[in-house]
Nanobody
């Protein structure tokens, strides 16, 4: 399993941008798919963006056209570029790495500690 550390969160005004980073260590990063999740106070954790080992991406409808996920395997890093931020994007953002999905189970799944994103109106 990999160990994950997120960074790049902070306080930004509505309409602004942030870039989150998820740095992995401890295993072969290129073997892992990476998802970004977020959890707002009182709400369930939700997936916002995903990138496969081959670089294919997927987004939640709420962030399509505003967020971009990318990976740099040479740097063991996945990025989440967030533009046109809205107050409803306020949450703790987590990255999740895994090698495969079997049924509903993510194989060799690891989570980071999260980074806080706060968008003011």
């Amino acid at each position: 399993q990999v160990q994950l550390v997120e960074s790049g969160g902070g306080l930004v005004q509505a309409g602004g941008s942030l870039r989150l980073s998820c740095v992995a260590s401890g295993s072969t990063f290129s073997s892992y798919a990476i998802d970004w999740y977020r959890q707002a106070p009182g709400k369930q954790r939700e997936m916002v963006a995903a990138i496969t080992r081959g670089g294919n991406t997927n987004y939640a409808d709420s962030v399509k056209g505003r967020f971009t996920i990318s990976r740099d395997n040479a740097k063991n890093t996945v990025y989440l570029q967030m533009n046109s931020l809205k107050p409803e994007d306020t949450a703790i953002y987590y990255c999740n790495a895994y090698t495969a999905v079997v049924g509903s189970i993510k194989v060799r799944s690891s989570w980071g500690q999260g980074t806080q994103v706060t968008v003011s109106s």
